[in-house]
């Protein structure tokens, strides 16, 4: 017996080697594309961690960018839209950011926090009466916004239909039981944030607009901003063709990270828990509906953001850089300031991935090593490596974003890491 295991231990590691080195082979056959862009006086060394990125992994599609004090200090680009057809990433092209969608919705919430249509503390159902039933009566936006509703989930999955039916889709919303009584848990709300947030907009804008002209008429447009929540058909042919994560990359994270193993198994195995529910619907695909053009325009919240990474950049540098952004400014400093508090720290009952997940007002906050120091961030992370985020003290902005995808969490893809790192590397000298 103990031979039998001896020989399926190295068996299983032997296969693992192969799954593992195969892609590294393979890269040697692509041609490499050379990164594109530019860079400001002292930011130089961000451009020569891109171009590494992209030699070590040529099947990559990714843009990065950083806003300083109000200004573009860098603007990269380069690899692959379309491996298959050989086509390369532009200066336009966009790319999906999943999840960091929602933190347009967060910065959508404070603009009406701030001119006085909402308020952190009130119930939901002062503005949207009908939410206040089944035990939601009391729950604040507040704590809607800090995954502590206990809605991660909807009894029934919405059709792709429904999604297009506002009203509908509004009844389905309201009716819905919370999984937990609000405020007392935390479980990340994977697709209904951007739901709920769409709704509430709807009803406290005084023009009635939901997330989508209302991010294109008060943040897209003045500010020259090209990012969409629900992408234009017309725009669909700048989009960067998705590649999900291959075998070799899930067996490289689950031996980096035993967290994510866990949870994998959990999300095959266990197909009727909160996990499951929340993070899989039986609606939506990732390889199929999800990348529909008609998909693409609908206004989602939760993951239908679309942009190159200096719209998210320049929409954080703009959000932390006060009036220095030619004179004008997103919101008042006093609401910016409720933006940067922590609101939610604790396991999560979704992402249960070993530690706690910290949350301000809409936006996920994570404490990402550089050097010697770590600052909290405000932004939030995308399923695949995409990230928008900010840091108030240091008046930045950055956007990573990729259609290469990897298997990383909470702002944890190697290759943005690379480029932070490097990034508050050259700001510190520059300080």
């Known amino acids: 017996m103990a031979l039998v295991g001896k020989k399926t231990a190295v068996a299983v590691v032997t296969i693992a080697i192969i799954v593992v080195c195969i892609p590294a082979i393979q890269n040697w056959f692509i041609p490499l594309r050379n990164a594109e862009g530019w860079t400001a006086p002292g930011w130089e060394k961000v451009a020569h961690t891109f171009r590494d990125l992209l030699k070590s992994n040529k099947r990559n599609g990714l843009s990065y960018s950083v806003y300083h004090k109000g200004e573009k200090v860098v603007d990269l680009w380069g690899g692959y839209v379309d491996l298959d057809k050989q086509e390369v990433w532009q200066e336009r092209t966009m790319s999906q950011f999943y999840s960091s969608t929602k933190g347009a919705c967060a910065i959508i919430v404070a603009m009406l926090v701030d001119r006085g249509y909402l308020d952190y503390e009130k119930p939901v159902a002062t503005y949207w009466p009908e939410f206040g039933q089944n035990g939601k009566e009391k729950m604040t ?72 002209q209302f991010f294109k008429e008060e943040i897209a447009h003045p500010f020259g901003i090209d990012f969409h929540i629900g992408l234009p058909l017309d725009q669909y042919y700048r989009v960067a063709k998705i590649h999900s994560p291959r075998l070799s990359d899930l067996v490289t994270g689950v031996l980096k990270n035993s967290n994510l193993l866990k949870l994998q198994v959990k999300m095959m195995t266990q197909t009727d828990t909160i996990l499951s529910r ?43 850089s006060g009036d220095k952004y030619k004179g004008k400014k997103l919101m008042s400093q006093k609401v910016l300031k409720m933006l940067s508090k922590t609101i939610s720290s604790m396991p999560d009952m979704v992402l249960d991935i070993g530690k706690n997940l910290t949350f301000s007002l809409g936006f996920s906050q994570v404490n990402i090593p550089h050097g010697s120091k770590e600052d909290l961030s405000i932004g939030h992370a995308g399923y695949g490596g995409q990230v928008g985020l ?42």
């Open 278 to 320: 929340s993070l899989q619907w039986p609606t939506l695909n990732l390889k199929t509906n999800m990348q529909w053009p008609s998909f693409y325009a609908f206004p989602f919240g939760s993951v239908n953001g679309f942009g190159h990474a200096r719209d998210v950049a320049k929409l954080y540098g703009i959000l932390f």
């Open 390 to 431: 900010g840091y108030p003290s240091k008046d930045l902005g950055i956007g990573f974003v990729n259609n290469v995808l990897s298997v990383s969490m909470t702002m944890s893809d190697e290759r943005f890491i690379a480029l932070h790192q490097t990034t508050w590397e050259c700001l510190e000298k520059l300080e």
């Open 141 to 212: 936006l507040r704590t809607l916004l800090g995954h502590k509703g206990g809605l991660s989930t909807l009894d029934t999955p919405p059709s792709i239909k429904t999604l297009f039916d506002t009203e509908v889709l509004g009844k389905m919303l309201a009716e819905q039981k919370p999984l937990w009584e609000p405020g007392t848990a935390q479980g990340y709300h994977c697709f209904t944030f951007g739901l709920y947030v769409d709704q509430i907009v709807r009803r406290a804008d005084p023009k009635k607009r939901g997330i989508q």
